[in-house]
């Protein structure tokens, strides 16, 4: 009885201890995520203050460099001004998106970029250290043109704070790669130096904000810890990830990995459109739709209001088609030519077209249009890579509801139709024949 009074005392007490170390141990990742908080709080509220003077002392600096005729000496010391203040900048906006992120406000504007030139230009901030410390800094890509659909501030930042890293920690006369692979549904960029490496034990906290693992006796360089924390952050919210393969001594590799595509964002991700998208698997070059014969002044089939896409590049159309394809019946056409004759055929109550197309272009169709009685009341838009004011106001003048510079914002897009449109069906006489609900904007993606 002694005994089994005594082993039950025993596990009370073992049950008590990791009970106790339980709590203890929550208390404390309570207590750290409160701290860590309050740290980014402060952060960020001293951002929004730094912001106004930095861009005050970056902007006369930079309007002094380029007017300006300098001493070797003066322009030496501004440009270090320049580069410094651009460095503060960086951080400042770091935290401002931790914040962001923490508060589910962080917006995604993906636009498909060609990858290869985009690594390119980051690397080029990094060729005056790579020199000045003797590290061989080179781009190891098998292909040599690839197409990701990314957010490009975002990913520019994930690229610089893992170059910034490496270059932080490797000694002079190392070297410094960058690599690009691809398989079938992953594209992977990989930034690989030959630092001092992370042990093993310190790899697990390494992705923590304000952490700072490297040996400041190794290294006299300032580091504000949360740069490897926030590209994580921006990988994760590409919906992919970021892995490491380090040993103490011989360096370290980070690898960020992007699934191709753009079916795997969010539903309100802004996708910003131009000509330069490149075929993908999702986009097929299927043959142009085709619909029958609509009798006059009937509702086509799907019941809701026609719109025609006029545009030569088809990848691009295919992406405005799945744009719309939920409110619209769609029609396609490849020219001004083509498109003028599916208006005439269709009586589309909205067309979208690009300007610049063979055969007839865009200014040429809409001058038709207008001048066909029974066509003449189209909403007509037209999308152009021509950003000058003279462009804009003879497409106006000549008749278009809205003139849209490429790249644009697919959300801009669908809100300038939705209110145009409605605003065609509040007014006496509107010739819009059937009364399909838009969506209100607090139900638009």
């Avoid at 992120?101 to 005056?128: A, C, S, T, W």
């Avoid at 619909?291 to 896409?309: D, H, I, R, Y």
């Avoid at 005439?344 to 040429?364: C, H, K, L, T």
Wanted: charged share 25%; proline share 4%.
């Amino acid at each position: 009885m002694i005994l089994y009074v005594l082993g039950l005392l025993a596990i009370i007490q073992i049950t008590v201890y990791i009970l106790f170390r339980f709590y203890r141990l929550k208390n404390e990742v309570t207590i750290e995520q409160k701290v860590s908080d309050l740290k980014l709080r402060f952060f960020t509220n001293i951002s929004h203050e730094l912001r106004t003077p930095l861009t005050l002392i970056t902007g006369p600096v930079e309007h002094i460099l380029r007017h300006a005729s300098l001493e070797t000496e003066v322009r030496d010391q501004l440009l270090l001004v320049e580069k410094n203040t651009s460095r503060m900048l960086r951080l400042v906006n770091q935290i401002l998106d931790f914040r962001k992120i923490q508060n589910k406000k962080m917006k995604m504007q993906v636009r498909q970029i060609d990858l290869i030139p985009f690594i390119r230009h980051i690397m080029e901030n990094f060729y005056g250290v790579a020199n000045q410390q003797e590290i061989e800094f080179l781009l190891d890509s098998e292909p040599t043109a690839l197409y990701l659909w990314a957010d490009p501030d975002k990913l520019e930042k994930i690229l610089f704070n893992l170059l910034s890293n490496a270059f932080k920690y490797t000694l002079k006369g190392k070297q410094i790669k960058v690599s690009v692979t691809e398989n079938d549904s992953e594209i992977q960029i990989s930034v690989q130096d030959q630092g001092v490496g992370i042990s093993e034990n310190k790899q697990k906290s390494l992705f923590v904000r304000f952490e700072n693992l490297a040996d400041t006796h190794l290294f006299n360089q300032p580091t504000s810890g949360i740069g490897l924390s926030l590209a994580k952050e921006l990988v994760e919210i590409h919906k992919g990830e970021i892995t490491l393969r380090s040993k103490p001594g011989t360096g370290s590799t980070f690898t960020v990995i992007l699934p191709k595509g753009k079916a795997h964002f969010d539903e309100d991700t802004e996708f910003i459109l131009s000509d330069s998208i490149h075929p993908t698997e999702e986009a097929p070059d299927t043959p142009l739709t085709t619909f029958p014969q609509a009798e006059e002044g009937s509702v086509n089939a799907t019941g809701k209001e026609t719109m025609l896409l006029v545009e030569d590049n088809t990848e691009l159309r295919f992406f405005l088609k799945t744009v719309f394809i939920k409110h619209f019946h769609i029609l396609e056409a490849g020219n001004g030519k083509e498109g003028l004759e599916k208006a005439r055929e269709f009586n589309p109550e909205i067309i979208i077209s690009d300007v610049m197309m063979p055969e007839m272009d865009g200014i040429q169709m809409m001058k038709e249009i207008r001048a066909d009685i029974n066509i003449s009341h189209t909403c007509i838009i037209l999308l152009t890579a021509k950003s000058n004011i003279e462009s804009k106001i003879e497409g106006m003048e000549l008749g278009a509801d809205d003139y849209i510079t490429k790249p644009f914002s697919a959300a801009y897009l669908k809100a300038r139709i939705f209110n145009l449109l409605e605003q065609r069906k509040k007014t006496p006489g509107s010739l819009l024949r059937h009364p399909y609900q838009y969506p209100t904007r607090a139900e638009r993606p």
